[in-house]
């Protein structure tokens, strides 16, 4: 079963503007992955937050992971046309056995 | 980097017909993954493997078997083609994750059509 549930569905934003994406999970975890996938391709991984941190930045990227919610969000700051994809949350669950959860995505548009 | 290679970028296949879906890593990876991806369901895993010949369930196995005879390969098979098997098949590796984290890496996709 889907564990992840990324907000909004889709996102539509000019580009320059920040973009934020939402994950909401159910079961304790031991870490939290996103992941982008433009039209036609495979999954790219763009960074992992670990349950016991609370926020990573990797060049324009920006997580957030709060476990007492369960909910993470990606931002990703300054977009470009490059950054239009979908955006997947994967959750690594503590009883996952060697298994990743995925979201339904969050489908972004920068507009130029 | 590493490559994941899924050996058909389209494929149209006829209802009952046995299909086989290739996957290939050249990264010595212990883990290998085949999900299928459809509008509105996000990613499925359908099954998975750990090591060769060792192979465990996913979350929607049912019409699907798979193989894997070396390490750097994994089959998926559809043992008798349906219309409701249509969709975006995606194969994945990674490092056995107990060594640490490691990410999944995704082929480019296999979109099957059955007819």
């Known amino acids: 079963s889907q564990q992840g549930e990324e907000d909004p569905q889709a996102l539509s934003i000019q580009e320059g503007e920040n973009a934020t994406m939402n994950c909401s999970y159910k079961?304790?975890?031991?870490?939290l992955q996103w992941y982008r996938q433009n039209s036609g391709r495979g999954l790219v991984h763009l960074i992992l937050?670990?349950?016991?941190?609370r926020e990573k930045h990797s060049g324009r990227l920006r997580v957030t992971l709060d476990t007492s919610k369960k909910s993470s969000s990606l931002l990703i700051t300054a977009s470009r046309a490059a950054d239009t994809a979908s955006y997947f949350c994967?959750?690594?669950?503590?009883?996952?056995?060697?298994?990743?959860?995925f979201g339904q995505g969050t489908r972004l548009t920068i507009n130029p | 980097d590493v490559k994941v290679t899924q050996s058909s970028r389209y494929l149209v296949k006829r209802t009952g017909e046995k299909v086989f879906l290739e996957c290939v890593q050249d990264?010595?990876?212990?883990?290998m993954f085949w999900y299928r991806q459809d509008p509105g369901l996000g990613l499925r895993l359908i099954y998975f493997?750990?090591?060769?010949?060792?192979?465990e369930k996913g979350d929607i196995p049912e019409g699907y078997s798979v193989s894997r005879e070396k390490k750097e390969r994994f089959s998926l098979i559809l043992e008798s083609a349906s219309t409701n098997q249509t969709s975006m098949y995606l194969c994945?590796?990674?490092?056995?994750?107990?060594?640490?984290?490691?990410?999944?890496?995704f082929g480019d996709g296999t979109r099957l059509s059955i007819l």
């Open positions: 994945a590796s990674s490092l056995l994750m107990w060594t640490g984290y490691q990410p999944q890496h």
């Open positions: 994967a959750t690594d669950p503590l009883q996952g056995a060697q298994k990743l959860v």
């Open positions: 079961t304790s975890i031991n870490n």
């Open positions: 990264m010595d990876h212990e883990n």
């Open positions: 493997s750990y090591d060769v010949k060792m192979k």
């Open positions: 937050i670990r349950s016991n941190e």
